[in-house]
């Protein structure tokens, strides 16, 4: 027989085939005899001074904190570190501004420090505490107690705990509403902020405006502004009202009437009340008491877009500045919010109203005196989209001149992309009761390259905060700023060098500040001011609301949980230190400083937020919707406990609906669809009539049933209302000044303007 073939063997390593089983015991290796021996204790090393594993881990975190001094003191923006400083990221961008794509939003991320990364071995049978080497932006840990509540709020600082003890004691028995004075126990009315101490507020009046009284930043900003009055027949190029009538119902609920007010007039709240009789339920005529209602209506002349008290103003006269949509003529080009447009005129509107000097009675509205337009501000920079007044005090100076009032400082930002402060003084002595000025300069006013400002915000008398439509935001010394530019010397003269495109080698136009927060469109800045002024809130179209410290923008931040509808209604509470805002589905929430990325739901509303407003001397918030309802809360009971329960009261609801149309006559308008005259104009808005009720009662909150109340359609799709543009709230103050503390102000899609006294 022939030789058997040799066998073959495969080159791969066995493998063990797999074995199945049932057996519990055979699966976890467990002895039969387990159950008849004790299980030895696992031994715990207490000691690991002689592991040399531990010893080479101590020593590479002495190295690590050996690198982090070295970057420490290389991130200063020198040649050798690499590491760009805000004004370097700042002139690099100038230096190629044609090109739109220079600036990424990592272009002025700087290295994060060793310090935070941190060793994950820990010794065993000894948990390792969570604050241990490691960075945090917030509070560690989160515990559901009542003793552990108050700090994750509030920090572990004894003075910040008094000073919210005090304001709880003052405040947490108001529902809705403030109080005008205090009751026998000291509870309700106004006062300023606990955190904000008479010292801190004496030094800000008094130190930081050196710069515009001792360092001539008056003379400045008043030769630079280049303002002078204009007739009444040279306004027409800045007026933004229609000349048409405005007609709303108004009045007690069931015997309303109508009222009409053309642009600019007004109606006191107490004659459309002024009826004695309502019509019952049954038809029936009942006499009620006449009500004294202390507030008013005007007509701005078109949907207001901003308004604003203006601060520091203890006396009789307290100044309200409102701000209605303006667009440019048809013949403008259209640009696109992400770039400049062409200037065209716009305006401004600065109302004066009264207070009464009665013993008794200070702070109440002077219902005698009808409130007038003391200015019209009148610009060629396009469009205001969004300003403010310095809420910084001061105190008045011998520098101040004579016959002149000081109203505030204005920042604004403009269509054309920049951000301006303007010195806003009256004449006492007036001839009409209505001045028209024209500014033709400011005295600082600045844009970064290849963007526009959106948005903007004050930290302090000097700092003011800009957020950008790139997700760049800029801080600037506004001092520093108007005092190193040279004024010109005649009224025909070019404008000055903050006017133009920022000149790195030009201080006034170079901000300290520079750096990327967002990845787009920033549509609203809040900061903490007067608390803690280095925190900045931004919002931004990526849907985050992201909180950010200055000092460290680059490793102390935290974002909020994303929304899905963009919402740049947003203000900060001092008294609760916690942010107001809105989520998807219309909750009001509290993003404390502390926490966040946590939220406190504490009310409901049943249209989009469209603004919110913090008293400034007391804890209320308004927050005004598209439905047209204003909603009046404390939030300091539901954030105090979550158990308690939470009130709030509708202030007034404003609904407007559009006046029939006629049947379009499509001969008219030809082939081409040209639109006709009437379309053309810039100042055409839509025809229709208004209904203001009031007089709701308090209601308690209930979010279960709110939650519930979703409409559906046919194919279980959750639909959503969309309201009337008109009868949106679109702007809600209050009064800063403390004797006003309780003047409140409403603006509409409608034009309407109502301002009144809330305080009970």
Same mark, same amino acid.
């Given at each position: ?15 063990p085939?797999?074995? /199945? ?35 080479? !881990? ?5 190295? =690590? ?6 970057? =420490? ?11 760009? $400083? ?15 794509d ?11 420090r ?6 994950s071995? $820990? ?14 932006r ?8 009542? &003793?552990? &509540? ?17 304001g ?8 809705t509403?403030?109080?005008r ?8 009315g106004m006062?300023?902020?606990?955190? /904000? ?38 306004? %027409? ?17 069931? #015997?309303?009437? *109508?009222?009409?007010l ?28 006449e ?40 013949? !403008? ?20 109203? &009264? ?41 008045t ?17 403009? $269509? ?26 400011? =005295?600082?006013? %600045? ?22 439509? #790139? ?14 530019? %040279? ?96 989520e998807? #589905?219309?909750y ?10 946590s ?7 049943e249209?989009?937020?469209?603004? !919110?407003?913090?008293?400034? *001397? ?19 009971r ?19 609906v ?10 008219n ?20 009539? %208004? ?11 209930d ?39 309780g ?18």
């Open positions: 027989m022939a030789d058997s073939l040799p066998t073959r063997k495969s080159a791969r390593g066995r493998i085939n797999k074995k /199945y089983s049932i057996d519990a015991s055979e699966i976890l290796h467990i002895p039969e005899s387990d159950s008849d021996v004790a299980a030895e204790p696992v031994p715990i090393i207490d000691d690991f001074d002689a592991d040399e594993d531990f010893e080479s !881990t101590k020593a590479a975190e002495e190295e =690590a904190e050996d690198d982090e001094e070295s970057i =420490a003191t290389s991130t200063g923006g020198s040649q050798e570190s690499g590491v760009a $400083t805000p004004v370097e990221v700042f002139e690099d961008a100038l230096s190629s501004a044609s090109e739109p220079l600036l990424e939003p990592g272009d002025s991320l700087q290295p994060v060793s310090s935070f990364i941190t060793s071995r $820990t010794k065993v049978g000894r948990r390792k505490r969570p604050d241990e080497g490691m960075h945090f917030g509070i560690p840990a989160y515990e559901k107690s009542k &003793h552990q &509540h108050m700090k994750f709020l509030f920090g572990t600082n004894p003075q910040d705990m008094v000073d919210f003890i005090r709880r004691d003052k405040w947490v028995q108001v529902a509403l403030p109080s004075v205090p009751d026998e126990h000291g509870c309700g006062a300023l902020p606990f955190c /904000y101490g008479q010292g801190s507020r004496s030094a800000e009046a008094s130190t930081d405006w050196d710069w515009y009284y001792d360092q001539g930043g008056n003379h400045r900003m008043k030769e630079q502004q280049r303002a002078f009055s204009l007739d009444s027949k040279d306004v %027409s190029n800045y007026v933004s009202w229609s000349q048409r009538e405005h007609s709303f119902l108004m009045g007690p609920y069931g #015997n309303q009437r *109508v009222h009409s053309a642009s600019l007039e007004t109606l006191s709240i107490k004659e459309a009340w002024s009826s004695t009789s309502v019509q019952g339920a049954h038809n029936k005529s009942e006499n009620v008491p009500k004294e209602r202390n507030g008013w209506i005007l007509n701005a002349g078109g949907k207001v877009t901003c308004l604003d008290w203006a601060p520091n103003h203890p006396g009789q006269i307290q100044y309200l500045a409102i701000l209605t949509n303006q667009s440019p003529s048809p013949s !403008t080009r259209q640009s696109s919010p992400f770039e400049p447009s062409e200037p065209y005129s716009a305006s401004l509107q600065l109302w004066a109203l &009264h207070a009464t000097k009665m013993s008794g009675s200070e702070g109440m509205m002077d219902m005698t005196r009808a409130p007038e337009l003391l200015q019209l501000l009148c610009t060629d920079w396009g469009a205001l989209k969004q300003f403010r007044w310095c809420p910084v005090p001061r105190e100076r011998d520098a101040d001149e004579e016959g002149t009032t000081f109203v505030g400082l204005l920042a604004g930002v403009w $269509t054309d992309g920049y951000v301006r402060v303007l010195d806003i003084q009256l004449e006492n002595a007036q001839s009409s009761p209505s001045i028209y000025v024209k500014y033709k300069g400011a =005295a600082f006013a %600045s844009r970064p390259p290849d963007t526009v400002c959106t948005c903007l915000t004050w930290l302090s008398a000097t700092g003011l905060a800009v957020g950008c439509a #790139n997700g760049f935001v800029a801080i600037w010394d506004i001092a520093e700023s108007i005092l190193s530019v %040279s004024a010109p010397k005649h009224m025909d003269s070019p404008p000055p060098q903050p006017t133009l495109l920022p000149d790195p080698s030009n201080p006034a136009t170079r901000p300290w500040f520079y750096h990327s927060l967002h990845h787009s469109y920033i549509l609203s800045l809040v900061s903490t001011y007067p608390s803690q002024s280095h925190f900045l809130v931004s919002a931004s179209m990526d849907g985050y609301l992201r909180l950010t410290d200055i000092r460290n923008p680059i490793a102390d931040f935290v974002l909020s949980p994303r929304s899905r509808m963009l919402n740049s209604a947003i203000d900060y509470h001092p008294y609760i230190q916690s942010f107001m805002h809105s998807d #589905n219309d009001f929430r509290a993003l404390p400083l502390r926490r966040f990325f939220v406190i739901m504490f009310g409901k509303s249209g989009p937020v469209l603004s !919110t407003a913090v008293g400034k *001397v007391h804890p209320c918030v308004l927050f005004g919707s598209a439905d047209g309802t204003v909603l009046a809360t404390n939030p300091m539901k954030v105090l406990s979550f158990k308690q329960m939470q009130y709030q009261q509708i202030w007034f609801r404003h609904e407007w559009p006046k029939a149309q006629p049947p379009r006559n499509e001969g308008e030809g082939t081409q669809g040209v639109p006709s005259a009437a379309a053309e104009d810039r100042h055409v808005t839509r025809e229709g009539m %208004s209904r203001i009720t009031e007089g709701y009662k308090v209601e308690t909150v979010y279960l049933k709110s939650s519930k109340v979703k409409l559906k359609g046919r194919d279980g799709t959750v639909l959503a209302t969309v309201y009337e543009e008109e009868s949106g709230v679109t702007q809600v103050a209050w009064n800063p000044n403390l004797h006003c503390g003047w409140a102000a409403a603006g509409m899609g409608s034009g309407l303007v109502r301002i009144e006294d809330l305080a009970i």
